[in-house]
């Protein structure tokens, strides 16, 4: 193997791995957000009188939601990256 071969294939480990602390980074974020508003919206719906069963159907909608965008935001990362 030459050496421009080898510094690109360092190049390219880099620039993945850059990558992936980046979505790792805004994947955390994203989840404390949620749970943030999760939380909020818990609170809310208790001082607005909601049973624990209406809670808990608003946050199974919710948390459906959720699971949709991180599904949608996989498939561009593959799609970005193959």
């Given at each position: 193997m030459d050496?421009?071969?080898?510094y690109?294939i360092?190049?390219?480990?880099?620039?993945?791995?850059r990558s992936?602390r980046k979505?790792?980074?805004e994947?955390?974020?994203a989840?404390?957000e949620a749970s943030?508003?999760?939380?909020?919206?818990?609170?809310?719906?208790h001082?607005?009188?909601?049973s624990?069963?209406?809670?808990?159907e608003?946050?199974?909608?919710?948390?459906?939601?959720?699971r949709h965008r991180?599904q949608?935001?996989?498939?561009?990362?593959?799609s970005?990256?193959?």
């Amino acid at each position: 193997m030459d050496h421009s071969h080898q510094y690109e294939i360092e190049a390219r480990l880099v620039e993945a791995w850059r990558s992936h602390r980046k979505i790792h980074t805004e994947a955390t974020i994203a989840v404390r957000e949620a749970s943030r508003a999760a939380t909020e919206a818990i609170f809310a719906a208790h001082q607005a009188g909601m049973s624990a069963e209406q809670i808990a159907e608003v946050l199974k909608v919710g948390l459906g939601a959720i699971r949709h965008r991180l599904q949608d935001a996989q498939r561009t990362l593959v799609s970005d990256h193959v």
